[in-house]
């Protein structure tokens, strides 16, 4: 009797839908997935982790470009926040936005629509400059508004 469960359970182990779908899924279903963390795309298009890093690494993925589809994202809302806001953009003294920040921001949405399509692409060494900047301008930014919010006693001592 032993026998014959073990034997049901490895078949039915083999023949199941799991290993049948990782051969299935394309570079094209995969990519609709790329702006979720890889947990989160794994769960909905119900398969294991580890058949789609497998998945992607056949396809020639070979990190999942989450993070840096949401840091790019992220970089492209900051500069449109930031050059949108008149205050801001009379505190730098202009008076509108400058024409190399446009086509900053067009080249931008480019690299993250290629990043999209191949997820290898590096960013460039502007773009991290970019980001640098403005993580930067928002730590002085977070900075600024801690030291306003304590009393005037606790300021000279925190700085």
């Not at 970019?130 to 030291?147: E, G, I, P, S, T």
Request: with cysteine; net charge positive; charged share 30%.
């Amino acid at each position: 009797m032993r026998k014959e469960l073990k034997s049901s359970r490895w078949r039915n182990r083999s023949s199941g839908k799991r290993s049948m779908r990782s051969c299935d899924i394309e570079l094209e279903e995969i990519r609709a997935y790329f702006h979720m963390p890889i947990t989160k795309a794994a769960m909905e298009m119900n398969i294991g982790l580890t058949v789609l890093k497998k998945r992607c690494r056949d396809v020639g993925i070979t990190r999942w470009p989450h993070r840096k589809l949401k840091s790019l994202n992220t970089l492209i809302n900051n500069i449109q926040v930031v050059f949108s806001t008149p205050s801001i953009l009379q505190e730098i003294g202009k008076s509108s936005i400058d024409v190399n920040i446009m086509e900053e921001l067009k080249s931008l949405e480019e690299h993250r629509k290629l990043m999209e399509e191949n997820p290898e692409i590096q960013l460039t060494k502007e773009t991290k400059k970019l980001r640098q900047a403005c993580f930067k301008a928002n730590y002085k930014k977070r900075l600024a508004m801690h030291a306003m919010s304590l009393p005037a006693a606790y300021s000279k001592d925190f700085f």
